[in-house]
């Protein structure tokens, strides 16, 4: 095969855009995927742009780096929006998310957060239980107000890789599985995989928790690390929850797909088995997070569930982490920060646009990779 | 004979059933086939009848998503046919509502056993006589697991098989174990750790000192176009409805698959009053392979000239076995009955019936040993996994044992043999020494072994090859994937059968993958030339069963409360 302009490492949704991005560019790209714990085959869709509570619990110091970040969160469910336009239907549904209180306190809490978040540009209102009854009528008794952001929404993350890996095709991406174990940089970038080797003259990394290996010879500490998280799924139910719902304190993502099938999880952990086995799933974890999603949705107490999973996530800092590497231009790495499967389009684009040289329409100047210089 | 009939009402209409019927008894008896309509409108009714495929769920006094099959006909019940999407209840529903959960139960049994099977049983008698502590849970309200399958509540034993089967259960409740029946087992964890709901709604943990699993099998269909219509089960469905609930299928039956179960069930069903218009088996007869017949009737003189009886109780009873014959397709009338059409040599031929029954094979439910890690290799001549044991019947996890139908089709002698094995072992490791005779069963063991091979030479237990058949038949049941849609999914990248899953949503709904996890990872293997695996299945998850959200909540608050 004619050598790639660009080779991107990671089919994940951040990969995948890039690689979609870059051939329309016009340029020749291979994307070479190891397919193992991709989080963009496990994700639940939900489209997040207020600050998650479950991330400013677990992660108070990278609680500033997230809020930083909210204005690149709009950016990137428009993305979405323009993405869902031209190669949708990905059952995308853009009706908001509600973060429920369920004391006085958590409320309270809400209400600091959103007048953070409409500093900063986000459509965000504090709901009463009367303004929640007309919404949300299946919500528990004990629910006395809520957070509604209008920014928010939920897809079917299935529906939408099948239709951009389709597209990435079409456009001539030439689709590899291999597992890169090396780079080697000279007049062009050489790889080595398990299969296969390879040269391009630009390599993106989008490898999520596989790049901070990566780059570790090329004078980088990306602190990439994999975090095994656990999903569940109902059987269907009549089409009756538009919004995504949230809570204040604990950990918790739910929404209902196209199918009717509710869909429930939000960070409770799996058990890692490696970064290359599937994780396994966690008893405490199902019956913790199903039980309080109950809980919270009594409506949805009658419905089964059908199917759990375990999923690898990636975190860093809570920040993006875009740029090119400083003494190894001719790569540039691409893992997005917290909720990166909504944030995995825009910055695959801003890579892509990286790569060609194309003024880019967001400064990605503050996810710079200058901050893990070794 | 069976007293106080009860009154239940199917969409607004009053029906009558015997005391202890299941729902699906009842309804078809009462000639109702269509139970449900997936979301794409097709009707469905009884497939497996052994609470597997999910295709049978009505509401019952507004609970939606409840099993017929597996559901106790009871006095006033409402019951409706199950819409493809339930309404969520809302604050009018669930206001007021007292939500008070069951206390939970924690059992810590020396010996438990999963399955009250032939292997179950026989495990659970050894174990407890030996002074074990034995537990055995069974998500089947009617006793005996398939071989056995006991009568439901007070109707007469049919046979001498009935009679064992009753025999062997009363030796393991006299030995000291504690039968459960209509236990849901939903999640099994490292451990062993299972978790499982008690018929009343009690959540169950199990902390066992040593786990027996003999889950048994299910069946494998004949996969053509119309497999999926009302009326068309598998053979053991038919089987229960007869014997545990003294229901016929339909008045014009047919018979279909390979195996001696399709024989035996055929002229069951005959006795029973069914006109039984042919039994279709895709294997060629004995009488082309008499050495096959031979070495079957030296292996195991006394089953042999059962099997022979069958035969000819068959012949007397007017009832054609067609030899070389496999179904090809079925279609529905507008009345609802069918037409089956079978082929023969290049012939087809086309039989009306009001039901088909059809078993292709088996499918073991590995999933617990699947779930707990136990080590899994391919058998290609059955066409599915065998768990690897010693023998001592332990598996590859610690303090798992696994014994029957289970671990690959081995027949109810070889399960009966296995148990006690188990049983003795298990016992042993609690430090309980058993006077268990183990030569004689491991005799027993190797005989029954022996006769199993010989008796599948004379059947076809290979599953189908599917290159024939057209692109719109369907593979998932539930999702309504066809086999053409799941071609077309692996023609991107069929690397995994997880992948194609993705791709087409194949395995997603209810049963699980059951039905069509074997047949995609079969496709998947083929396209990419690589020998199947355990890998090559769907992943094993929890929960093992569907299980209701109100249930898990139940346990969470009640281990909560312990806490
Ligand atoms: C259970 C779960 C639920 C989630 N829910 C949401 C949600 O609702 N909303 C949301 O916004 N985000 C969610 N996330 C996070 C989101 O899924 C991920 O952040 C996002 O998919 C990351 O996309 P990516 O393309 O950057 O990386 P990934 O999708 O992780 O893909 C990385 C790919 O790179 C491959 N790779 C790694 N190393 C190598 C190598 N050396 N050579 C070749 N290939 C390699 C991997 O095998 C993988 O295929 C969830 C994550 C999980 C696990
Ligand atoms: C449908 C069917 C009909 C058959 N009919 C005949 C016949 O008429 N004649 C004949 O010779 N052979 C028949 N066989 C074969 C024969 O019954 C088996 O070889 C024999 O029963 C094996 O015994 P076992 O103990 O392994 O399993 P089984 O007898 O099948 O017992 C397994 C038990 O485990 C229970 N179980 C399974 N999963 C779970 C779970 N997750 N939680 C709780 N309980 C669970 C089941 O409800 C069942 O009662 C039949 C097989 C099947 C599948
Ligand atoms: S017929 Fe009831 S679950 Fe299959």
Known sequence: MPKPELLIVGGGITGLCAAISAAQQGARVTLVDAAVNAGTTANAGSLH?????????????????????????????????????????????????????????????????????????????????????????????????AELCRDEGKLNPLAANIRLQAVARSLGVSLVRDRITSLLIGSDVQLRGETDSYRADQVIIAAAWGAGDLVSGLGLALPSRAEPLHMNITEPAAAGIEHLIQHAERSITLKQLQSGQIVIGGGWPAQSRGNHAVPEVLATSMLGNVALAGRLVPGITGLRVIRTWAGMNTTIDGKTALGRLAGAERVIVAVPGDAGYTLGPLVGRLAAELAGDVPGDVDIAPFSLARFAA | MMSDPVTFFFEGEALSARNGQSLAAALTD??????????KGSPRGVFCGMGVCQDCLVSVDGQPNQRACMTLARDGALVQRQVARPELESKADFDGKPAQPLAARELTPDVL??????????????????????????????????????????????????????????????????????????????????????????PLVLRPKQLIVATGAYERPCMVPGWTLPGVMTTGAAQTLWRSYRSLPGRRVAVCGSGPLNLQVALELARGGAEVRLVAESAPSPLKRPASAMALLLAGPKLALAGSGM????????????????????????????????????????????????????????????????????????????????????????????????????????????GRIAGAAAAAACGFATHEDLWSSRQALAGARRFQKRLWALHDPAPRNLDTLPDDTLICRCEEVTL???????????????????????????????????????????????????????????????VSIGTLMATQEALDAKA
Request: aromatic share 6%; with cysteine; hydrophobic share 40%.
């Open chain 2, 311 to 418: 035969l000819l109780g068959l012949r007397r009873a007017g009832v054609p076995v067609h030899y070389d014959t496999g179904l090809a397709a079925i279609a529905a009338n507008t009345d609802g009955s069918l037409r089956a059409t079978f082929r023969r040599n290049g012939r087809e031929e086309t039989t009306e019936l009001d039901a088909l029954c059809m078993n292709d094979g088996f499918e073991p439910q590995n999933e617990i040993l699947r779930l707990l890690g136990a080590d899994m290799h391919y058998d290609p001549a059955f066409g599915h996994l065998r768990c690897t044991r010693t023998d001592s019947l332990s598996t590859s996890v610690d303090g798992v044992y696994a014994v029957g139908d289970c671990c690959g089709l081995g027949g109810a002698p070889a399960a009966a043999a296995e």
């Open chain 2, 113 to 202: 056993v999963i399955g009250g099977g032939a292997g179950g049983l026989n495990a659970a008698a050894v174990a407890a006589s030996a002074g074990a502590s034995v537990l055995v849970l069974d998500e089947r309200k009617v006793a005996g697991g398939q071989y056995f399958k006991q009568p439901a509540a007070d109707a007469p034993l049919l046979d001498a098989q009935q009679s064992d089967g009753a025999d062997l259960l009363a030796a393991a409740r006299e030995a000291g174990a504690e039968l459960l029946g209509g236990v849901e087992i939903w999640g099994a964890f490292a451990g062993p750790l299972l978790y499982a709901v008690a018929p009343d709604g009690t």
């Open chain 2, 484 to 546: 053409g849609q799941f071609r077309n999914g692996m023609a991107d990248d069929a690397d995994h059968i997880g992948t194609v899953k993705r791709v087409t949503r194949v395995g997603m709904g209810c049963c699980q993958g059951r039905y069509c996890g074997p047949v995609a990872a079969r496709l998947v293997a083929n396209a990419t030339g690589r020998s199947l695996t355990d890998h090559s299945y769907f992943a094993p998850r929890v929960p093992i069963k569907p």
């Open chain 1, 49 to 145: 742009v207020q600050l998650q509570s479950r991330f400013m619990r677990l992660y108070p110091e990278q609680a500033p780096n997230v809020e930083a970040s909210l204005p690149l969160y709009l950016r990137a469910v428009r993305e979405w929006d323009a993405l869902e336009a031209t190669h949708g239907p990905f059952e995308m549904v853009r009706k908001g998310g509600l973060m429920l209180a369920e004391d006085a306190e958590q409320l309270a809490f809400l209400e600091t957060k959103a007048r953070r978040e409409a500093d900063k540009g986000l459509d965000v209102e504090i709901l009463d239980r009367a303004a929640l009854e007309r919404i949300a009528p299946w919500l528990g008794p004990q629910i006395i107000g």
């Open chain 2, 30 to 39: 009462a000639g109702q086939r269509v139970f449900r309509h997936t979301g």
